[in-house]
C-alpha cells in the first residue's frame, strides 16, 4: 500500500471565469482516476481548488482538500489557479510517497516541483502551446521554467501529441503514456447486435463543438433511406436555441432528441445502445467522453482534433476524418461489429484501475 497525493485544482472545464457550480465532482475526471487508486488498496488524498466543491454535501471515498485561490485577476480559477496555502501542505505532509500534479504549465505543478521533485509525476496532457496573451507566459513557462526550474520531475504524458511536445522542454518523460480512466466495473459493455439505429452526441453545445457540423451530416445520412436512425444531443450550452432551428429547418425534428445535461447513470445506457459517439470539435484535449463510449463498447466518429482520436485510428476503435459525413455514418455503420469488437477487447485499457497500476510502476522508477 502507498499512500498518493493528487493535485487537479481544476475538476471540470468552465468556458468562462463564472465557473458554474455542479452538485457533484463523483463523475469527473479526477475523481475516476482516485477511485482507481482506492480499488488497489492504497490511500490517495485529492487536492482541489474552493472554486470547484459542490453546492451539495458529499461523502467521498477518500480525502478532499479544498484549497481557496488568491489573485483572480491574474490567475483565474478556470485555467491558472494559484492556491498559496499548497506550499506549507507539501512541507507539513511528508507520508505521500508519490505526488501525481496535472500539468506542466501549472502553479501547483511548480510548487511540488519546487519543494518535493524526486517524489512529483507531472501528468501533462496540453500538447500545443497556451493561447493566453498571444502565447507569451506559455513560451516563457516551457522555455525556462519547465525547463530549468522543474527539470528535476518525471513526466507522464497523456497521449502521443503530448509526448511529443513535453518531449521539447524535458528530458525526463516517461515512456508511459496514461489516458483519463474510467469507471470500467460501472459500466455495462453493450455488443453490436444489441445496437439501435441511432447515433449519440455528449456535449456542451457551444461553437468550438460544432455540434452543427455533426447535425447536416446527420440530416444529409437521414435523407439517404435512413429515416429509421435517431440522434441524441446531450448536454447543454449557449448554442442550443441556434441548434433547435437548424433541426427545425432541415425538417428532422422527429429524429434529433435534444436531451440536456444528464447523469452519467442517465447518459450512459443512450452511449451504450447507439452505433456511434459523433464528435465535430475544433478544439479539445483528451475528451473523457471518447473513453467512455468506447468502455461501453461504441465506437467514434470524430475529427483528428481530440489527442485520444491517435488511439482511435491505431485501434481501430471508430473512424478518424477531418470532414466527416454521411458517407462515414453509413461505413461505421456496415462495419459496426468489427468497431465494437475492438472496442470490447481495448476497454480495459481505460479502466481507472489500470491507469493507476501504470501510476504505481511509474513510481517505482522514481526510487
Known sequence: MSQVLVINPILYTSETNAIPRVNSIKDTMIYALCLGFVKEGHQVTLIAAEDYRPTAEEKYDFPVVWMKTVWHSIFQPRCLPYMPKLRRFLKRHGEYECIISSEMFATWSYTAARVCPNKTIVWHELAKHNNMMHKIPSRVWYGVVASFLMRRVTVVPRSKAAADFISRFSDKVSDTTIDHGVNVEEMTLQRAEDKRNQFVVVSQLIERKRIDKTIDSFAAFWEKGHQDY????????????????????????????????????????????????????????????????????????????????????????????????????????????????????????????YCTKQFMKVMKSLV
Open 230 to 353: 435517431r440522434l441524441y444531443i446531450i448536454g447543454n450550452g449557449d448554442k442550443e436555441k441556434q441548434l433547435r432551428e437548424q433541426v427545425r429547418r432541415l425538417g428532422i425534428d422527429q429524429a434529433v432528441i435534444f436531451s440536456g445535461r444528464l447523469t452519467h447513470e442517465e447518459l450512459l445506457p443512450i452511449v451504450a445502445q447507439s452505433k456511434a459517439l459523433l464528435v465535430s470539435t475544433e478544439k479539445d484535449n483528451n475528451m473523457v467522453s471518447i473513453s467512455e463510449s468506447i468502455a461501453v463498447g461504441t465506437p467514434v466518429v470524430t475529427t483528428p482534433v481530440p489527442y485520444n482520436a491517435y488511439d482511435i485510428a491505431r485501434e481501430n476503435l471508430g473512424i478518424v476524418q477531418e470532414n466527416w459525413n454521411q458517407d462515414t455514418l453509413e461505413q461505421i455503420c456496415e462495419k459496426n461489429d468489427i468497431y465494437c469488437s475492438n472496442c470490447a477487447a481495448y476497454r480495459d485499457k481505460l479502466s481507472n484501475v
